[in-house]
């Protein structure tokens, strides 16, 4: 057989995403992003024993548009992360390991990321702005 002839391995112009990868992607990236994460909540606690002048630069710049940004990405990740890892843990108990549970528990983790994290932002604003 010519090297011609032999089949290409799946590429991203012929690769058609799934859930389940795209979720296992996702949950790589929000373990990063976690990471990051824990570096500004340093920053933070440091600032605070710093004194009200460190303290004011952190706020201040966690008030901005950008700190905003980056901490709901990292809520958003945090989130995303706990429930994903949920659904890692369910799998271990080995149950939903057929293909319609993987979709309906992938889907659940979406959906839960979302309403946990729209919750826990609302609730920092009324209690922030009370």
């Known amino acids: ?22 979720l296992s992607i996702l949950h790589r990236a929000a373990g990063v ?3 990051a994460g824990a570096i500004l ?17 952190v706020a201040d710049f966690l008030g ?14 945090l989130f995303y992360h706990l429930c994903n890892g949920i659904r890692h843990l369910v799998w271990d108990t080995g149950h939903g390991l057929d293909l319609r549970s ?3 528990g992938g889907w659940l983790v979406v959906g ?7 919750i ?8 922030w702005a009370s």
């Open 1 to 22: 057989m010519r090297s011609a002839d032999r089949p290409l391995s799946p590429h991203l112009q012929i690769y058609r995403w799934q859930l389940t990868s795209v």
């Open 33 to 35: 992003a976690l990471s």
């Open 41 to 57: 909540l340093v920053w933070w606690l440091v600032a605070a024993a710093s004194g009200p002048g460190a303290y004011d630069g």
């Open 64 to 77: 901005s548009w950008f700190g905003l940004v980056l901490l709901f990405g990292w809520t958003l990740s």
């Open 102 to 104: 993987t979709y309906v």
């Open 112 to 118: 839960g990321t979302g309403v946990l994290t729209l």
């Open 120 to 127: 826990a932002w609302i609730a920092g604003i009324f209690s």
